[in-house]
T-cell receptor
Framework: DAMVIQNPRYQVTQFGKPVTLSCSQTLNHNVMYWYQQKSSQAPKLLFHYYDKDFNNEADTPDNFQSRRPNTSFCFLDIRSPGLGDAAMYLC????????????FGPGTRLTVL | RKEVEQDPGPFNVPEGATVAFNCTYSNSASQSFFWYRQDCRKEPKLLMSVYSSGNEDGRFTAQLNRASQYISLLIRDSKLSDSATYLCVVGLQDYAGGTSYGKLTFGQGTILTVHP
């Protein structure tokens, strides 16, 4: 059974039109992460939640926001997508320690027209 | 300088070959080390953790040299199904907003293609 689920798997949006990506987990992990991965590049951490505490990476643009209404769900909101935001968005969860495995969802591939 | 550097390849090898990937990391405070595998257009999945004493999982052997900040992965008897991108990943316990959390930094990956 899938442990980290992302919806939709593919999202097409127009330049400047807000979009929301969702992630849910059945692992009851404390930490949920959002990564952005562009073609042939490493996944780049955007932000994470430890329980309800939200933490942005220093270089994450303000255009990206997140919400975590409960332990199981986390959302990525892109307020005004630009062409440069086209990427795979990966959600991951872990218990929170450096040595813990991060479990990734299948990703949402975002296309911006 | 990138925090985690890998040779992007691609490595093209025949079935049965032995292939080795190398990786270096810049943050000496890194505490945990992994190899993840990522298939085309799929999510990364943990292949194995890497320990200072070296560790083996079937055909896969991982080594860590903390002094040199160097990680390696050896794949013996390559199979067609080993074709993928191999991501070198380092972790550390970071602190933000009053909480600590495990933070992973990924290399850009090494592409492996195993052909018949």
């Amino acid at each position: 059974d899938a442990m980290v689920i992302q919806n939709p798997r593919y999202q097409v949006t127009q330049f400047g039109k807000p979009v929301t990506l969702s992630c849910s987990q059945t692992l009851n992990h404390n930490v949920m992460y959002w990564y952005q991965q562009k073609s042939s590049q490493a996944p780049k951490l955007l932000f994470h939640y430890y329980d309800k505490d939200f933490n942005n990476e220093a270089d994450t643009p303000d255009n990206f926001q997140s919400r975590r209404p409960n332990t199981s769900f986390c959302f990525l909101d892109i307020r005004s997508p630009g062409l440069g935001d086209a990427a795979m968005y990966l959600c991951a969860t872990s218990r929170g320690l450096a040595g813990d495995t991060q479990y990734f969802g299948p990703g949402t591939r975002l296309t911006v027209l | 300088r990138k925090e985690v550097e890998q040779d992007p390849g691609p490595f093209n090898v025949p079935e049965g070959a032995t292939v080795a990937f190398n990786c270096t990391y810049s943050n000496s405070a890194s505490q945990s080390f992994f190899w993840y595998r990522q298939d085309c257009r799929k999510e990364p999945k943990l292949l194995m953790s890497v320990y200072s004493s070296g560790n083996e999982d079937g055909r896969f052997t991982a080594q860590l040299n903390r002094a040199s900040q160097y990680i390696s992965l050896l794949i013996r008897d390559s199979k067609l199904s080993d074709s993928a991108t191999y991501l070198c990943v380092v972790g550390l316990q970071d602190y933000a907003g009053g909480t600590s959390y495990g933070k992973l930094t990924f290399g850009q990956g090494t592409i492996l293609t195993v052909h018949p």
